[in-house]
């Protein structure tokens, strides 16, 4: 099971359950990953509803590297994500949530 407390959230890929966490280190590659935007346009971004399919696969790849898992965006395009580009974004919104607040803050909550 994923921990809140820790920032963690799980994902089903291709049948396989995956915890994904965005650690210091998966941060700051997708802060690269996002070239001249930042962050907190990226959080702006998800709390407008305004974010885009590169926006979640970004954040679900840096979510599973910060997980442990040593594969690339590209592993992802024929992969099978439960519940979809819902389920991904879902996904993506928890994990930015988790990563800024504390569970007792609304963490469960997607953005």
Do not use: Y
Not at 9 to 30: C, F, P, S
Not at 73 to 100: C, N, P, T
């Amino acid at each position: 099971m994923a921990n809140p407390w820790t920032g963690e959230v799980a994902l089903v890929i291709d049948g396989e359950r995956h915890v994904l966490k965005l650690t210091l280190g998966a941060l700051a590659e997708l802060e690269a990953s996002l070239g001249a935007d930042s962050l907190v346009c990226l959080v702006e971004r998800f709390e407008a509803g305004q974010f885009s399919s590169g926006d979640v696969l970004g954040l679900i790849v840096a979510g599973l590297r910060g997980g442990g898992w040593r594969g690339q965006a590209q592993d992802l395009v024929s992969a099978e994500i439960e519940g979809g580009l819902v389920g991904a974004a879902r996904a993506a919104g928890q994990l930015l949530v988790r990563a800024f607040s504390t569970p007792d803050a609304g963490a469960d909550d997607a953005v």
